[in-house]
């Protein structure tokens, strides 16, 4: 139980952001300077783009399978459950078991205005290592070109991010 409340923790720092882009994890491990060590979970941060946009990157170690924590990063409906601020997720299109569109909402503090995403979201696991990768990329213009898949959304005047991406993964440490 405190290893699922250590990876929801996670997640809700994950979600804290704005609309600026925030990779988990970068391809750099350079440039990274830690803000917060606490209770097993290290979060760091470095500038992108400009010194005003920062992206973060969290650490946790989890006495868990990789395939349970995989399972609650893609139960897409179960997002408001346990990301801080998500809302009105929904799964446009389920491509493949490695591949899905979906939907949400990211409510924000007075007196920003609330934010909506469509993401891209692709899995890959090494047959090597047996960690698995999730990519996760905001794809704005979804909907322009799959009108069919997004009648289930919202009209509303929110605004929607254009540039977002993020970075799990999940590795096993031992057996």
């Known amino acids: ?33 830690m803000v917060r060590d606490e209770d097993g979970i290290q979060i760091y941060l470095k500038s992108f783009w400009a010194d005003e946009i920062q992206s973060f990157r969290g650490v946790i170690y989890i006495n868990s399978s990789v395939d349970s924590l995989l399972a609650v ?36 503090p007075f ?12 899995v890959t696991r090494s047959s090597q290592t047996g960690s698995v990768s999730i990519h996760i990329e905001a794809v704005p213009e979804f ?18 991010v254009k540039h977002s991406h993020g970075h799990y993964l999940l590795e096993p440490i031992d057996k």
């Not at 990779?23 to 350079?30: D, K, T």
């Not at 909907?143 to 929607?160: F, G, S, Y």
């Open 111 to 122: 007196p920003a205005r609330n934010r909506e995403f469509i993401f891209h979201s692709t």
């Open 73 to 108: 990063i893609l139960d897409i409906g179960a997002c408001s459950d346990w990301v801080h601020r998500c809302k009105a997720p929904l799964l446009l299109s389920k491509i493949s078991f490695s591949e899905s569109y979906h939907y949400q909402v990211h409510r924000l």
């Open 143 to 160: 909907c322009q070109k799959n009108t069919h898949l997004c009648t289930l959304i919202p009209e509303t005047a929110l605004v929607r």
């Open 1 to 33: 139980m405190r290893a699922l409340f250590k990876l929801i923790l996670l997640f809700a720092v994950f979600c804290l952001s704005t609309t600026v882009v925030i990779p988990v994890a970068a391809s750099s491990e350079y440039d990274w300077k």
